[in-house]
Structure formats: C-alpha cells, structure tokens
Antibody, heavy 124, light 110 residues
Framework: QVQVVQSGAEVQKPGASVIISCKTS????????IQWVRQAPGQGLEWMGM????????TYAQKFQGRVTVTTDTSTSTVYMHLSSLRSDDTAVYYC?????????????????WGQGTLVTVSS | ETVLTQSPATLSLSPGETATLSCRAS??????LAWYQQRPGQAPRLLIY???LRATGIPPRFSGSGSGTDFTLTISRLEPEDFALYFC????????????FGQGTRVEVK
C-alpha cells in the first residue's frame, strides 16, 4: 500500500516561513516526480512546484519563484517544501503528490498518490 | 507558462445524463494532460492521464480525448458520486515545464 504522509497543521505569522514534509515509500521514491499543490478555502488547485527526486532538479511556478524551495532527503524518502515571506493569502491546504514517471523510468503511468494535506494558516 | 482554461465553470445536470467538460491550453501540450476529480474534503483523484488513458480503477464511463490545445473529459450516465469538481492539469513532457492546473469545472445536480 503506497502511502504519502505529510506533516501536521501549521499556524504562522505574516512574514514568517513554513516547512512542510512529505514522506513517501522508499521503493517508489526515485521513479516519480513529487509535486506541491495548494488549495485556498473554496478555491481551485494551484500548482507550486515539483522535484525530480533522483536528480534533485526542481521546477517552480513563476508565481512562487524566489519564495518556494523544494528539497529532498533520499535517505528517508522525504521531500520538503519551504515557503517564505508568508502572507494571509497563503492560508491554504498544501498537498504533495507522487506521480508522473521520471525520464527513462519504466513504471506505471497512472501512479498517483497524494498526501493527506497540510493546513497552513497565516494570521497575526 | 502554459495557461489552461476550463469551461464551463459549472455544469448543472441530472443523474444519468452525459457531462462534457472542456480544457483548452494556451500552447500545445501534445498529449501531456491529466484530469482529476475532487470531492469535498478530499484530495484530488487521477481519472485520466496522457489525455485519454484511464487510471486504474476508474469506471469506463469516464473518457478523455484531445491533443495539442483542446481536450475533453466526458462522463457518460452520471452517477450520484460523479457530482464533484474536475480539474485538468498539464502533466509530463520533456524538458520539465510547470504542471499548471485549469481553474476547475463543478458538476452539480440540476
């Protein structure tokens, strides 16, 4: 059973930073991308960025360039998302998901597993 | 970045009817497009990947079509559990590009 487990809810003040962790299965860690997606209350899905866990290469949405950093710890099959300079409109549920085959890998293309979501509340 | 525009924003239908959802890309994404379903309080669930391939466990009443810039998700014979939010996402391709989402289509009970 594939599991993607995220860290717990956070309450942060404006201007602070938050780090959310996303732990996946070791057996699949270097086969698929890990993406970060957020959803503000009552809103749609907003793509933030992703990482190739095999190489550590990251791709970010223009909107978040300079404010988001995604890193990996291959020893624990964990990915971290660091978002800085928090504002009230960063209040959202943040999801990580594992899916999308890495280049050169032979693996099921419909592999897609999401974490449970992490609520980040930004409030003074 | 590729912008994905979904239409309509809301689709009001009755159970048993067919839903046709559209997703248009601002530039070609070839077949690198996925569709997700999201129910209230849940994470998104992958329905379709590579534009037309059904994910494991997804009923055949869900079908995807299209390539390049125009894509369609069709849900035949709507079941009560199909009334939900649907998102398209540019997913995959080389070199890696932002995997943007459309703004979503809500399928609601008429």
């Amino acid at each position: 059973q594939v599991q993607v487990v995220q860290s717990g809810a956070e309450v942060q003040k404006p201007g602070a930073s938050v780090i959310i962790s996303c732990k996946t299965s070791a057996s699949t860690f270097t086969f698929y991308y890990i993406q970060w997606v957020r959803q503000a209350p009552g809103q749609g899905l907003e793509w933030m960025g992703m990482v190739n866990p095999e190489t550590g290469t990251t791709t970010y949405a223009q909107k978040f360039q300079g404010r988001v950093t995604v890193t990996t710890d291959t020893s624990t099959s964990t990915v971290y998302m660091h978002l800085s300079s928090l504002r009230s409109d960063d209040t959202a549920v943040y999801y990580c998901s594992q899916g999308g085959i890495l280049p050169g890998m032979a693996a099921p293309g419909d592999f897609d597993h999401w974490g449970q979501g992490t609520l980040v509340t930004v409030s003074s | 970045e590729t912008v994905l525009t979904q239409s309509p924003a809301t689709l009001s239908l009755s159970p048993g009817e067919t839903a046709t959802l559209s997703c248009r890309a601002s530039q070609s994404v070839l077949s690198h497009l996925a569709w997700y379903q999201q129910r209230p309080g849940q994470a998104p669930r992958l329905l379709i990947y590579d534009a037309s391939l059904r994910a494991t466990g997804i009923p055949p009443r869900f079908s995807g079509s299209g390539s390049g810039t125009d894509f369609t998700l069709t849900i035949s014979r709507l079941e009560p559990e199909d009334f939900a939010l649907y998102f398209c996402q540019r997913r995959g391709g080389w070199p890696p590009s932002p995997w943007t989402f459309g703004q979503g289509t809500r399928v609601e009970v008429k």
